[in-house]
């Protein structure tokens, strides 16, 4: 099946830096990977998502990009600010139907 | 309004117990979900529905039973609940549509959950 390792667990960063997590995959058939991210008490919340024809993918401060011949992408966040704080995870959609998700980063942004 | 919604949000019992989650959605959407999040935060599909019709069952006792009234419902029944239970369930959706070849690469849509605590 899939394996999807995701990279830092935990992400300190103060207001206005950057911040990048890592995910790794497995199946080279996996061609849809969002991004989630999870604040306290809610479920998960798409931010970005790209497909595996594209290599990079921007919306304002957030950036995803592709590497689908090393199987990885990363997530970019540009400018930090507090409310960035979360849970972030990254997911592949394998075999046509279920998501597989990573371990989740931990990212706090202190101001 | 809320697209994806579960009741209850908390839910608290004893082992042994049997216990019922329910999940709606109004977008629309042909497929739904259901996810166990546990303690250390980790996300795990345990079943997806298609017009009501069962598609994913990941390894999951029979003790849990998804029913799908209709396609905007998605309800989980689990009987003789144990203290590996504990954890957050999410019901999800998405508009996929299978058989179509697309590979069902759409995004999925996440309720706010519901927090089984089994004492």
């Known amino acids: 099946g899939e394996n999807v390792e995701q990279h830092p667990s935990t992400l300190s960063v103060q207001e206005g830096d950057s911040a990048v997590i890592k995910c790794t995959y497995s199946d080279s058939a996996s061609n849809y990977f969002p991004w989630y991210k999870q604040e306290l008490g809610k479920g998960p919340q798409l931010i970005i998502d790209?497909?595996?024809?594209?290599g990079e993918k921007k919306d304002q401060r957030i950036a995803v990009t592709l590497n689908k011949t090393a199987k990885h992408f990363s997530l970019h966040i540009t400018e930090t600010q507090p409310e960035d704080s979360a849970v972030y995870f990254c997911a592949v959609h394998w075999a046509g139907t279920a998501l597989i998700f990573g371990k989740g980063t931990t990212l706090s942004v202190s101001s | 309004d809320t697209a994806v919604s579960q009741t209850p949000k908390y839910l608290v019992t004893q082992m042994g117990n049997d216990k019922s989650i329910k999940c709606e959605q109004n977008l629309g959407h042909d497929t739904m979900y259901w996810y166990k999040q546990d303690s250390k935060k980790f996300l795990k599909i345990m079943f997806s529905?298609?017009?009501?019709?069962?598609?994913i069952n990941e390894t999951v006792p029979n003790r849990f039973s998804p029913k799908s009234p209709d396609k905007a419902h998605l309800n989980l029944h689990i009987n003789s609940l144990e203290l590996g239970d504990s954890a957050v369930y999410f019901c999800?959706?998405?508009?996929?549509?299978?058989?179509?070849?697309?590979?069902?690469?759409?995004?999925?849509?996440f309720g706010d959950g519901t927090r089984l605590s089994i004492l």
């Open positions: 999800a959706s998405s508009q996929e549509a299978y058989g179509t070849g697309e590979g069902g690469n759409q995004p999925q849509h």
């Open positions: 790209i497909r595996s024809n594209v």
């Open positions: 529905y298609n017009n009501k019709e069962l598609i």
